[in-house]
């Protein structure tokens, strides 16, 4: 009975935490999901998190600080201390032994502190600020990326169901061949080699069709990765490759302006700037002097036994005030130093934060081309498996009428595998090359 009370608690268990794992999904649903799911983009989000944390420890820095200290010394022996004979009456010249103090004594100590001025407190208020947008970025940056990755694995998918599809249905067209040229073949109407052709053919199909079903299950795990669930679940995709593609054919994406200050990868390099120009004030800051206040009170106790937890055991009490100063004049040239390394360094991500303006001109420049370009060549493609279909299925009418070789038919079913297939790559390409589009420019259009 206490296994099957186990097993029922496992079994709902399971279905609890299993039921938020979808059974089908749209691209725009596993991009979604994704977001929210994929392990990369919940630590960026995390690192948000942290980064907040540390903007109030920073600002807590300049704010009061109270710590309390009991201190508890017992002498195991107490030192002995020497003084002049004469003060108790002895001989002039000679010294008496004395012990100072009690064996035992305790303290209790609050103190209160309060910073009033320094510079490095104030730089670490702006830089808090600072790497709190650079994690903010970052995750800009990580949701990007995760949904090109989406994108790219969903596409991967869909294509390689498409081939494993294409692959049956030419399995089928050229086994029915086979068999009917078989049949002539053993009437004495047909070479042999028209056999063996179709034979070569139809043993590269099912080796391809092979090769195929075992990268489906790869391409089905890596979304699976990607999308943040358990590599081996099963999830129906929705959508198909051709209406992805066409969905995704707009030309007037081509019409973004290359601003590249709005891209993602341009910020992270303005915020690295500005981390430097942060860096740089630091060092400065370091020459101004800093200046805190503090006050403290406790109570002291003396005892030769334990006694101070007793209610009549007597406690002396105190108390201070105080103002701390610290200045700084000389480093030995310390400070100088760092501060002109600082401003190497500044110099140093200033050009860097031109090149990356550059560099994303240049990448723009190129995804808009390489998207062009698979547009163009997903109608160019379509054309072809349109031409390659009539020229296969002319090319069979005349081996079967007896006025075509086999080796002609070979080759148009060849060309037509091909036309298949790279029509299912531009549709990808399609997909992809937008998707590389948006992620670069960080614009993203509704499909």
Known sequence: MKYQFLLCFLLLFGHIYGQDIPSSLSLQEAVDYALENNRQSKNAARDI????????????????????????QNFLKQQISVVPA??????????????????????????????????????GLQSAKVFLEISENAKVKTDLEVRKAVINAYGNVLISEESVSILEKNIVVVNQNLNEIAKIYENGLEEQESVEQLQITLSNLKSNLTN??????????????????????????TDDLETLAIRNISLNTLDIENN?????????????????????????????????????????????????????????????????LNVPIFSSGKRRASTQRAKINLEKSKDDLTETEQRLNLQIETAKSNYRFAVEDYTNKKQNLALAERIENKNQTKFFEGVGSSFELRQAQTQLYSAQQSLLQTMLDVINAKAELETITNKISAN
């Open 49 to 72: 998190d942290a980064a907040k944390q540390q903007k109030w420890e920073t600002t807590a820095t300049g704010l009061p600080q109270l710590d309390a200290k009991i201190n508890y």
């Open 260 to 324: 590249v200050e709005t891209t993602i990868d341009y910020k992270i390099a303005a915020n690295d700037t500005k981390s430097k120009e942060l860096l740089l004030k630091l060092e400065k800051s370091k020459a101004l002097p800093s200046l805190s206040a503090f006050i403290n009170g406790g109570y002291n106790s003396f005892s030769d036994d334990f006694v101070f937890l007793d209610n009549n055991n007597r406690w002396f009490g105190f108390s201070t005030v105080g103002v701390n």
């Open 86 to 123: 004469e003060f108790f009456g002895g001989n002039p010249g000679e010294f008496a032994q004395v012990i100072f103090g009690t064996k035992q004594n305790a303290t209790a100590t609050a103190t209160l502190n309060q910073l009033l001025f320094d510079g490095s407190y104030l730089v």
């Open 212 to 237: 195929v079903r075992r990268l489906r299950s790869i391409a089905y795990q890596m979304l699976n990765i990607t999308l943040g669930i358990e590599f081996n679940t099963t999830v129906k995709l």
